[in-house]
């Protein structure tokens, strides 16, 4: 049973483009977390998705950060013109629904550095 | 809203010595609470998790951690370490009503030989 899996694990942007961040959850997970974590500091939560639903995005930035998870295919975590400060691994989760939705599975990380 | 506060940012010792990481809570409803381990440059993985009952949680790797209600707390130990235990290890706190993982900032565990 694979595990979460993200890809890039790596992910070089200049300032002003865009990164496009995927995620597949877990075989039979139906929640998708996104968080960030900047360096020397903890996991900032900041959406977390159902299929085709947005649940709760509150420590999503309000500009240029979106995120999807379709019926189809992964999890995508858009950020767009990115800047300096965007630089950081970002790290998915995926958990079951109902009584164990709050076991969280993470992914290896997209480690994106913007230049 | 809850918040998970991780006492030590560093934490030294040596192989085989006793080690304890500390970490308290603020939470105004029941909550869940976690322990995680990140190892360089990998994802975060699960230790152990308290949901209810014994307050005494055992993990993998053995480590286990203690929950305690009337002083907010959750710190995890281990009574003999490996130097294959050097990583980062983050407390975390989830209401028992809603998905959203609130995390601590972090503790780097060093052992040395």
């Known amino acids: 049973n694979a595990g979460v899996m993200q890809n890039p694990r790596h992910l070089v942007r200049r300032r002003g483009q865009e990164a496009r961040l995927r995620c597949s959850p877990m075989?039979?997970?139906?929640?998708v977390y996104w968080y960030r974590q900047l360096p020397e500091e903890g996991l900032k939560f900041m959406v977390y998705?159902?299929?085709?639903?947005?649940?709760?995005e509150s420590g999503m930035p309000k500009e240029r950060f979106s995120a999807e998870f379709p019926k189809e295919g992964p999890s995508i975590l858009r950020i767009q013109q990115v800047v300096r400060g965007d630089s950081a691994a970002y790290f998915c989760?995926?958990?079951?629904?109902?009584?164990?939705?709050?076991?969280?599975?993470f992914g290896p990380g997209t480690r994106l550095t913007v230049t | 809203a809850q918040s998970v506060t991780q006492l030590d940012s560093q934490v030294p010792v040596f192989e085989e010595a006793p080690v304890e990481l500390r970490c308290n809570y603020s939470s105004s409803v029941s909550v869940y609470l976690f322990w995680y381990v990140q190892y360089p440059n990998q994802g975060l993985q699960l230790l152990l998790k308290?949901?209810?009952?014994?307050?005494l949680v055992k993990g993998i790797n053995g480590f286990e951690a203690e929950f305690n209600k009337s002083q907010t707390s959750f710190h995890l130990r281990k009574p003999s370490v490996h130097i294959s235990d050097t990583a980062e290890y983050f407390c975390?706190?989830?209401?028992?009503?809603?998905?959203?993982?609130?995390f601590g900032a972090g503790t780097r565990l060093f052992v040395k030989a």
């Open positions: 975390a706190v989830s209401d028992t009503g809603g998905f959203k993982t609130i």
């Open positions: 989760a995926s958990s079951k629904t109902g009584t164990e939705a709050y076991e969280q599975y």
């Open positions: 998705l159902q299929k085709e639903n947005i649940i709760d």
């Open positions: 308290y949901l209810s009952g014994s307050t």
């Open positions: 075989k039979g997970h139906s929640h």
